[in-house]
């Protein structure tokens, strides 16, 4: 499974079959797509990234105390299959090895994943490549198309700290791709360039991300970043603030959340995502059974055109685990099929279509 010739064994894929799975899903049900054969290691503390203009997942994701290769792990929506694009490359001597992983590439110009990458990579829809931010000095380019790094270039100063990896978060629109430091500070990537630009924020102060306690995303039908942060650790709870800004005018404001304290039960804010059909935003964590609800974990959401906090039932191969709490998930909206698709650290996939007619929403208290 460390080599691409393991995933091209078996019978060649059946599109067709695929697409009719995919068309005729069970709404408001995750559905495990158990691709035949699966990569190896874990793949933990991460997350994916969509690219909807190839139909893939890219998936670069480990370090610390997991897989610590330089490879990006392509699933192919299509086929249902996963593409190892070369030989893993390990770090000698230093895999497993906490966050000491070496800094730059290696002898064929591939970085190495560093401590972990949580949210520090994106796609970006212009250049319609991969961005790695997550290593301090410099920004490392993915081109999918050859399935290798082409290419890499100097960080700016305000993304460029020791522990960037931690903190870094990237998000993308249509027209581009955003990065949110711990300063508080948002960027933006520059294609033109090749650079990261600051954008001049206005408005209320914007705070810092945190590591797997915060998440960015974009709410496409008002313009606006969304962005959720608690103070890292198990012990704070979320208060459920959230802060927008306005691309077209880059304020700052705070969200009239109707009943932000009802969020406190929310158990992982890496991975909220925006659903645009459904104008939702899912939650990658379930919570604690409540009485009456027949021992299933609700899932939490965001309900945007009401402005709260919202459960949803939504049943079936659950990607958070039995817990609730999934630090290894990769969670992704896709537009054009109005699916949510999620990997765990094995590198199994999942897919959900949200029907909130028929969710069960009930407003949280």
């Not at 000491?100 to 591939?110: C, E, I, Q, S």
């Not at 999918?144 to 978060?169: C, E, H, I, Q």
């Not at 608690?230 to 704070?236: A, L, M, R, S």
């Not at 059974?289 to 709260?308: H, I, K, M, Q, S």
Request: net charge neutral; charged share 25%; hydrophobic share 35%.
């Amino acid at each position: 499974a460390l080599h691409p010739d393991f995933y091209l064994r078996g019978d060649a894929p059946d599109r067709s079959a695929i697409s009719e799975r995919l068309e005729k899903l069970p709404e408001n049900t995750w559905v495990s797509m158990k691709p035949p054969h699966l990569p190896q290691l874990n793949r933990d503390w991460g997350s994916a990234v969509l690219d909807p203009d190839r139909n893939l997942i890219l998936r670069f994701s480990g370090g610390h105390s997991a897989h610590g290769g330089t490879d990006v792990l392509h699933y192919h929506i299509e086929t249902n299959r996963w593409e190892l694009p070369f030989p893993v490359e390990f770090p000698l001597g230093q895999l497993y090895a906490n966050t000491d992983y070496p800094r730059g590439y290696n002898f064929n110009r591939r970085p190495w994943v560093t401590g972990h990458t949580y949210q520090n990579y994106g796609y970006d829809p212009v250049t319609k490549q991969m961005l790695f931010t997550g290593q301090q000095d410099f920004t490392y380019i993915w081109n999918p198309d050859v399935a290798d790094w082409t290419s890499r270039f100097l960080k700016p100063k305000g993304m460029n700290y020791g522990d960037s990896f931690y903190t870094l978060t990237l998000c993308n629109t249509p027209d581009a791709l955003y990065c949110w430091t711990q300063h508080g500070e948002i960027y933006q990537f520059d294609h033109d360039h090749r650079d990261w630009m600051k954008l001049q924020l206005a408005g209320e102060k914007l705070p810092g991300s945190s590591v797997d306690n915060s998440t960015m995303l974009f709410d496409s039908k008002r313009g606006r970043m969304m962005l959720f942060r608690k103070p890292y650790g198990d012990k704070i709870k979320y208060d459920g603030t959230i802060h927008a800004v306005d691309l077209a005018t880059r304020k700052v404001t705070a969200v009239s959340v109707k009943n932000p304290g009802a969020a406190a039960g929310v158990p992982y804010l890496c991975q909220i995502r925006y659903d645009q059909a459904n104008d939702l935003l899912l939650v990658g964590g379930t919570l604690p059974p409540a009485p009456g609800d027949d021992g299933l974990r609700l899932t939490p959401v965001y309900d945007c055109a009401t402005n709260e906090w919202k459960s949803a039932r939504i049943t079936g191969d659950d990607p958070n685990g039995k817990s609730g709490r999934n630090v290894s998930l990769g969670l992704m909206y896709d537009a054009k099929r109005k699916l949510f698709w999620a990997v765990d650290t094995k590198s199994n996939v999942f897919v959900l279509r949200v029907n909130r007619g028929e969710a069960g929403l009930r407003v949280l208290e």
